[in-house]
DNA sequence: AAATATTTTTAGTCTAGTCTAAAAATATTT
DNA sequence: AAATATTTTTAGACTAGACTAAAAATATTT
């Protein structure tokens, strides 16, 4: 039995590993967890004991087959839950999240499978990322951040590496949303601001933004 | 802020005044929860000083204004989660249970509201249980159980006292569903049982059975 | 290679919720 | 009205998860 705090461990080693290095340090963990280090420590020992993780004193954690089978598992809850909310409730996309963080911890096989048919076996949640499918595959599109592309590319935006309300809400009031069609207009040195070209209206890009908009070249 | 724990012991206190003495007593409690009664003590020490119910030494609890009002809300999110379980995701009536209990904690006004309209504003769930309305109301049918219908009378099956598994398996077995027009052919005195007439079949059911099906003469 | 800074772990405490065993209160019999 | 049975509460202990403060290990400077 997992209990819903280990879930939220694993989980969030799982999003820490994959985006840095192997080993999730405590301190990493901690600050994800919004806890303290010692109560990491615990908690780290506990999931080792159990065999979600492989944890050495002093190397940090890592998720084993059997954690990162649970991590996905839970993936795929959420960025389920939050296409419902989405398509069949109104939401809006930055509202979903911390919904889909309560939903994703319901307990239920053919509650997943049903919702999942319902929804038209969606492959992306509507911050763009991933759904893993049932066996645990997750295919991932070939996306670049916006501050790669180079000057003159067309692009479609295909995704959000923050998720955050404040920044889908500024993506919301200049009409950029997940297939919306952008030109790189011209790439500021100075500051790395970028000019783009939506709907054809011009639109100047800080770096922070542009670090935070996937695209897909087109 | 609510505890999970602490909901279900609210939910479980308004299910037993509903049906029972106007103070709940600890043992009865204490059985419906699954636990000890000394823990039900306890717990029922933390809801009075909440101020949830009202507790004195000895007397039983019963739930404050306040109490009440969290215990509606939870049963609205309960009976709407299995509405949606069963018209949008395809369970039957007997599966549903043990996952809107877990459905019904999930924190978020509009959630409930938009799942509300999803739905075309249900008023009554799977089991014929009505469904309170936003505000707390809730609109009971004048329903009676079928041991307490005459000979000859005529009328319609719109709901169970117990909504177990077994038991509304056995229902479908015999072809009994909510809606399902039935006829009272005979009365036995000696054990009670009863021979109803179900889509031009007759069949026998037993007092238990009897006592645990809603009818609307018609 | 020391000295210093940072990270991580340990030790001890706290709250929520549960349990068992014993004590106290209430209900039921005789 | 006692005696007995049942219900309820108290006392004390346990686990999960979190916290603070201090100790230990590792990393970074000098
Ligand atoms: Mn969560
Ligand atoms: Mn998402
Ligand atoms: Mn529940
Ligand atoms: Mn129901």
Known sequence: ????????????IYHLAKQGENNVSTNALAKAMETKASSVTDMVKK???????????YQGVALTKQGKHIAVGIVRKHRLWEVFLVEKLNFSWDEIHEVAEQL???KSEKLIKQLDAFLEYPTHDPHGDPIPDETGKIKSIDKILLSQAQIYDTCICVGVKDSSSEFLKYLDKNEIALGTKLTV???EAFDNSVTINVNNNLLI?????ANNLFIKLS
Chains 1, 2 share one sequence.
């Open 104 to 106: 994703e911890h319901i």
């Open 205 to 209: 890009i800080s770096n922070l933004i």
């Open 47 to 57: 999931l080792s004991e159990k065999g979600y993780v492989d944890y050495k004193k």
């Open 185 to 187: 207009m011209h790439k």
């Open 1 to 12: 039995m997992v209990t819903l705090t280990e879930e939220n461990y694993i989980k969030e």
